[in-house]
């Protein structure tokens, strides 16, 4: 079973008389029980800053698997909420199953909603870069395929200009032996995940924790970035 199978460790028993079992990610988690999944079509959520409140600005960043990206992320100091979901794709109200088969487009992602007051995009952009490995191209760590690349979805013209202007600022820098290969695009439709993938980590520590240490997230992390790793994340 390759690693970009279905994580079917995140379903829960949504109804006792409609249930299905789906297969787990390859050699990474174990089965606690009979894995039972429903897929949940949320529905979209337009990632435009002009609609949002006055306090409020949204971030969308893919970074490889998203209950990490949203761990992550939930542990910056201003950052509001965190939504799991799909975007870049075409395929409208995609679900977990037909994103992971693939051929879709559409990217795992999370959208996050953040005071502008107490963190900068600029700072969540630094965040961002430091909690992934921008130059894989393949993926990030062990999950694989083009759902799990990295990306970043500006939804403005000047989130756009920062994010290209900390890009460009990166990789003069040197700290990376390979280019930088995250995109950075005009942010599309956001389509929220199933419900069971929303806050998996905290829903599912023990399960999650094992999944984020046996994908090699953090060694690769702490590789790339040393003592700069997860900057700006508080501890979790």
């Given at each position: 079973m390759s690693v970009g199978t279905i994580r079917a460790l995140a379903a829960r028993l949504i109804d006792l008389q409609e249930v299905s079992s789906m297969k787990m990610k390859s050699h990474i988690i174990c089965v606690f029980g009979v894995a039972l999944a429903a897929s949940i079509t949320v529905g979209a959520m337009a990632a435009d800053n002009s609609s949002s409140p006055a306090k409020e600005r949204i971030a969308t960043f893919a970074g490889g698997c998203f209950w990490c990206v949203e761990s992550d992320f939930d542990h910056v100091p201003g950052v509001l909420r965190t939504i799991s979901g799909y975007t870049g794709g075409k395929l409208k109200n995609p679900t977990y199953r037909s994103v992971s088969r693939g051929g879709t487009g559409h990217r795992e992602a999370v959208q996050i909603v953040y005071d502008p007051k107490k963190v900068t995009y600029v700072a969540l952009l630094e965040v961002f870069w430091r909690s992934v490995d921008p130059t894989d191209d393949g993926g990030q760590f062990c999950d694989r395929g083009d759902v799990y690349d990295t990306a970043i979805f500006a939804n403005s013209d000047e989130q756009k200009r920062q994010a290209d202007a900390s890009k460009q600022k990166l990789q003069r820098s040197g700290i990376l032996k390979h280019p930088i290969v995250t995109p950075i695009e005009i942010a599309g439709p956001f389509y929220a995940a199933e419900t069971y993938h929303q806050d998996y980590y905290k829903k599912n520590p023990v399960?999650?924790?094992?999944?984020?240490?046996?994908?090699?997230?953090?060694?690769?992390?702490?590789?790339?970035?040393?003592?700069?790793?997860?900057r700006g994340i508080t501890k979790h």
């Amino acid at each position: 079973m390759s690693v970009g199978t279905i994580r079917a460790l995140a379903a829960r028993l949504i109804d006792l008389q409609e249930v299905s079992s789906m297969k787990m990610k390859s050699h990474i988690i174990c089965v606690f029980g009979v894995a039972l999944a429903a897929s949940i079509t949320v529905g979209a959520m337009a990632a435009d800053n002009s609609s949002s409140p006055a306090k409020e600005r949204i971030a969308t960043f893919a970074g490889g698997c998203f209950w990490c990206v949203e761990s992550d992320f939930d542990h910056v100091p201003g950052v509001l909420r965190t939504i799991s979901g799909y975007t870049g794709g075409k395929l409208k109200n995609p679900t977990y199953r037909s994103v992971s088969r693939g051929g879709t487009g559409h990217r795992e992602a999370v959208q996050i909603v953040y005071d502008p007051k107490k963190v900068t995009y600029v700072a969540l952009l630094e965040v961002f870069w430091r909690s992934v490995d921008p130059t894989d191209d393949g993926g990030q760590f062990c999950d694989r395929g083009d759902v799990y690349d990295t990306a970043i979805f500006a939804n403005s013209d000047e989130q756009k200009r920062q994010a290209d202007a900390s890009k460009q600022k990166l990789q003069r820098s040197g700290i990376l032996k390979h280019p930088i290969v995250t995109p950075i695009e005009i942010a599309g439709p956001f389509y929220a995940a199933e419900t069971y993938h929303q806050d998996y980590y905290k829903k599912n520590p023990v399960r999650y924790k094992f999944y984020r240490y046996r994908c090699g997230r953090e060694a690769r992390i702490e590789e790339l970035w040393g003592k700069d790793a997860h900057r700006g994340i508080t501890k979790h």
